[in-house]
């Protein structure tokens, strides 16, 4: 079984920085790229940056300049800055990793996601 622990969400206001990380546990052997995602009220998940096992990152282009993805791969954690942070930033950021375990095929994996409320 694969565990993915989401935390650093909380209420900030605009202008304002969180970091967010997640951290991977139980049958992992390998774990290629890792994410972050977001779902707002009454929106579809997006995207918000990924990263590859070796470092290559892509990002929204709404976040572009304001948050950085970044991982550990000992840690087998991924964490978020997100700086200048905006109301429309306001949302529940879910963590996504593709694992492959010792007794499992590669699948996609999802935090439980954690609440990012941004004030104006």
């Known amino acids: 079984q694969v565990q993915l622990v989401e935390s650093g969400g909380g209420l900030v206001q605009a202008g304002g920085s969180l970091r967010l990380s997640c951290a991977a546990s139980?049958?992992?052997?390998?774990?290629?790229?890792m994410g972050w995602y977001r779902q707002a009220p009454g929106k579809q998940r997006e995207l918000v940056a990924a990263i590859t096992r070796g470092g290559s990152t892509n990002y929204a282009d709404s976040v572009k300049g304001r948050f950085t993805i970044s991982r550990d791969n000992a840690k087998i954690t991924v964490y978020l800055q997100m700086n200048s942070l905006k109301p429309e930033d306001t949302a529940v950021y879910y963590c996504?990793?593709?694992?492959?375990?010792?007794?499992?095929?590669?699948?996609?994996?999802w935090g439980q996601g954690t609440q990012v409320t941004v004030s104006s």
């Open positions: 139980g049958d992992i052997f390998s774990i290629n790229a």
């Open positions: 996504n990793a593709e694992i492959t375990g010792y007794s499992d095929v590669q699948r996609s994996r």
